[in-house]
């Protein structure tokens, strides 16, 4: 099955600066790649995600990369503000016009955003 | 559009009761569902994928007789935590496929279980 590993586990940056979360994945078949923002007690929020036809996409102040050939993609957020600490998943999944099999999470990413 | 809902989204039982937790799809037809469980400070983990009208696939490592997952409708998909101990205790989501919407999962808003 699919294994999706995430790095770091923890991150603190400056409010304003940059933050780069990077997952991998092992399983090939996999062509659906979103990132959730999860606050305490709540459902995972869907803030960006990618297919495998893309390289890149971006939404305002957040983007996400995707190399096939290495396995990995990456979330970055850009002018990070006190808003943005929270929890983020990466997650993999193998979809096709018969529907989509369930999500490999990663292990989560805690942001914290130093005023 | 694409809301699913949770019911209870809380809920204290005694050790060796059953708990069932209801997941609905809103405003939209959800032929597959799926469940994940969620340990404090920990990712989801997909527990088993539910197909209305047939049986549940369950992941490796997850009891079906413990955990039983009936799809009886297009909108409707229940968990039923059997015989609960306090190692259930968990945060237990959710998520609808629409497949129109290529591979996106909608989630429930989750329903906290804690076993005494």
């Known amino acids: 099955g699919e294994n999706v590993e995430q790095h770091p586990s923890t991150l603190s940056v400056q409010e304003g600066d940059s933050a780069v979360i990077k997952c991998t994945y092992s399983?090939?078949?996999?062509?659906?790649f979103p990132w959730y923002k999860q606050e305490l007690g709540k459902r995972p929020q869907l803030i960006i995600d990618?297919?495998?036809?893309?390289g890149e996409k971006k939404d305002q102040r957040i983007a996400v990369t995707l190399n096939k050939t290495a396995k990995h993609f990456s979330l970055h957020i850009t002018e990070t503000q006190p808003e943005d600490s929270a929890v983020y998943f990466c997650?993999?999944?193998?979809?096709?016009?018969?529907?989509?099999?369930?999500?490999?999470f990663g292990k989560g990413t805690h942001l914290i955003i130093q005023p | 559009g694409a809301v699913v809902s949770q019911h209870p989204s809380w809920v204290i039982c005694k050790s060796g009761t059953s708990v069932k937790i209801e997941c609905r799809s809103l405003?939209?037809?959800?032929?597959?569902m799926f469940w994940y469980r969620q340990f404090p400070k920990q990712s989801l983990m997909l527990m088993a994928t539910?197909?209305?009208?047939?049986?549940?696939?369950?992941e490796q490592g997850v009891e079906k007789d413990k955990f039983l997952i009936n799809h009886a409708s297009l909108t409707l998909s229940t968990l039923t935590v059997t015989s609960a101990h306090p190692e259930d205790s968990s945060f237990y989501i959710c998520?609808?496929?629409?497949?129109?919407?290529?591979?996106?999962?909608?989630f429930g808003p989750g329903t906290r279980l804690t076993v005494l």
């Open positions: 998520s609808a496929d629409r497949r129109a919407r290529g591979g996106e999962q909608f």
């Open positions: 399983d090939s078949a996999s062509n659906y």
């Open positions: 990618i297919r495998s036809n893309v």
């Open positions: 997650a993999a999944v193998s979809y096709s016009g018969g529907g989509a099999d369930g999500l490999t």
């Open positions: 405003d939209f037809q959800a032929t597959t």
């Open positions: 539910s197909n209305e009208g047939s049986k549940a696939t369950y």
